[in-house]
């Protein structure tokens, strides 16, 4: 029996998926330039000179309709926070905040909730995974871009209290698995300060395999994983020195 019919088949599926996800970040490009180009008048038209929106996360630049506000250094905070409103006010717009993670002005509504922001971080982690070093803390160079993206993301929550979370699958003796747990929460926090990720914000806890991922055997290797969790909101002042921005 001839296999071309089946192969012709699985070229054509090939090319159509590959066409649509073309199409998909051929869409979100071309939507987060259109909200680039409004901000950018939007700025002009508020007089708050030296002021940038972004509109991509990551080291990827990956498009997204939340604005990051950079420069404007000189701004006091009214007119820091006439920017801010300004892109907001924008159609199509999502949370606006600026590069060293506050948002608009006090008084005004928080551009993301912390619940929301926990959910970003969770939709990254949904489709990958920061991967370590075999029985190793060491991040991956692979995974580096996505501790940019969760860097990013978790932006909008400085102020708050996050929790990294270090699990293992049970392979291993408990005691060990504890302790790789831990340190590997640990490896993340430290690469989100270097990211500009306040560390008195961050909080590393490891629980080895004490609580394996819903519906997986406790054996299973993709119970080795990170999570994020937001624990509380407290007032922060961000330490220049960990926390880069405009100012």
């Not at 998926?17 to 979100?28: K, S």
């Not at 501790?147 to 005691?175: F, K, M, Q, W, Y």
Request: charged share 25%.
């Amino acid at each position: 029996m001839s296999l071309r019919p089946s192969i012709a088949i699985l070229a054509g599926a090939l090319v159509v998926a590959t066409g649509a996800v073309a199409f998909g970040q051929w869409r979100d490009e071309a939507l987060a330039e259109g909200l680039s180009a409004k901000a950018a008048r939007a700025l002009q038209r508020a007089g708050t000179p030296g002021v940038e929106a972004g509109f991509g996360l990551g080291s990827a630049r990956l498009p997204t309709r939340h604005a990051i506000l950079r420069g404007g250094g000189n701004l006091d905070e009214a007119s820091r926070a006439k920017a801010a409103r300004a892109v907001a006010a924008v159609p199509g717009v999502g949370g606006v905040y600026w590069i060293d993670g506050t948002r608009q002005a006090r008084g005004d509504e928080p551009a993301f909730a912390p619940t929301h922001c926990q959910d970003e971080v969770e939709a990254l982690l949904r489709a990958r995974t920061i991967r370590f070093e075999e029985s190793s803390a060491a991040i991956e160079a692979a995974s580096n871009e996505l501790v940019d993206e969760v860097a990013a993301a978790l932006r909008p929550c400085l102020g708050s209290i996050i929790a990294i979370t270090g699990h293992t699958d049970t392979s291993g003796n408990e005691p060990g698995n504890l302790a790789l747990s831990l340190e590997r929460a640990r490896a993340v926090r430290e690469a989100l300060i270097a990211r500009g990720i306040p560390r008195d914000g961050l909080r590393a806890r490891g629980i080895g395999s004490a609580e394996p991922v819903e519906g997986l055997p406790p054996s299973d290797p993709a119970n080795r994983r990170i999570e994020f969790s937001v624990i509380s909101t407290v007032p922060l002042k961000p330490n220049p020195v960990d926390t880069p921005g405009a100012r």
